[in-house]
């Protein structure tokens, strides 16, 4: 039997992008009192890293699955950790933007795959989430660089926004589907 835990990843995903668009839309531009973002990007980021190591060392789902929604986890899950890590010790967020961009950059190329290869249940939907996530890690330098841009803060705000709900309906249904019981 196949243990599956890629709903609890998508769900999780999905919560740690929405809070990332709230953080960007509220938040980014006011430096003081900004510790109360900090539990939630942990927790979000602690189960990202820890179930996209799982998947990462374990190969419990097909094989190009593996890696597009473990290692993209890894990646969110620090990304995440570090976020939180940043705003507690009230450090500059542009290094961690940076980052962003190689972790955007893989989202970006699977998606593209994901598409062209027809993988997944849904592959037209799982694509875009991941060419959207991909877009916000990659252009989140600029956000952060520019954060007092409104214009640029909606944008990333939209994207994330945009991009947690393709994620949350995608593991909504995958909850809906896991539960079917095979007799």
């Known amino acids: 039997m196949m243990i599956d835990y890629l709903t609890l990843m998508l769900i999780n995903m999905s919560a740690g992008l929405f809070l990332l668009g709230c953080f960007i839309w509220r938040d980014l531009d006011t430096p003081e009192d900004i510790g109360h973002w900090v539990p939630a990007f942990a927790v979000c980021g602690l189960i990202a890293a820890i179930t996209g190591f799982a ?3 374990t190969w419990p789902l ?3 699955y593996n890696s597009a929604f473990g290692e993209t986890s890894v990646l969110l899950g620090m990304l995440l950790l570090g976020l939180a890590l ?3 010790k009230r450090w500059s967020l ?5 980052y962003a961009v190689f972790a955007g950059i893989v989202g970006l190329v699977l998606g593209v795959r994901i598409i062209h290869l027809g993988l997944t249940a ?3 939907l799982s694509g875009i989430g991941f060419i959207l996530s991909g877009a916000c890690g990659v252009l989140s330098p600029l956000v952060v660089w520019q954060r007092q841009r409104k214009d640029l803060r909606i944008l990333g705000t939209i994207g994330l926004f945009a ?3 393709i994620w949350a309906l995608t593991g909504y249904m995958a909850y809906w589907m896991h539960m079917a019981v095979q007799k």
Not at 94 to 98: E, G, V
């Open 122 to 124: 849904s592959p037209i």
């Open 55 to 57: 998947i990462t060392f």
């Open 62 to 64: 097909p094989q190009p």
């Open 86 to 88: 940043a705003l507690a």
């Open 94 to 98: 542009f290094p961690l933007a940076i």
């Open 163 to 165: 991009a947690s709900a």
